[in-house]
């Protein structure tokens, strides 16, 4: 199994970025794909995460309606595009799968997780 995350970067506050989930080794579209994201000195939180076979989507309220998670099956492929970016965005962000099939943050349902990307949002 493999996720690789890309896309993050230095970005400043009111920009934007597209971060790439990239997987293999597992059947995509039977899985649910969640973003999470560790900002310096803070745990790790959801962000946002769907479920690839009917598009269901739950988003955490400090991201909503900035951030769009989607996904291209075909290219078992996540997407998470980041809009209006501010200071408090800045941390690793994780892409994970659950085989669950279920909208959740709760890291313990997730199966396999990324390395992670690097969003830095300067003020």
């Known amino acids: 199994v493999h996720i690789v995350e890309s896309g993050g970067g230095l970005v400043q506050a009111g920009g934007s970025l597209r971060l790439s989930c990239k997987t293999s080794g597992f059947p995509f579209d039977d899985y649910a794909i969640g973003w999470f994201r560790q900002a310096p000195g803070k745990e790790r939180e959801g962000v946002s995460a769907?479920?690839?076979?009917?598009?269901?989507?739950i988003y955490a309220d400090s991201i909503k309606g900035r951030f769009t998670i989607s996904t291209d099956n075909a290219q078992s492929t996540a997407y998470l595009q980041m809009n209006n970016l501010r200071p408090e965005d800045t941390a690793i962000y994780y892409c994970a799968a659950s085989e669950e099939l279920l909208l959740s943050f709760e890291e313990y349902e997730y199966n396999y997780w990324g390395k992670g990307t690097l969003v830095n949002v300067s003020s």
């Open positions: 769907i479920v690839t076979s009917d598009g269901g989507t």
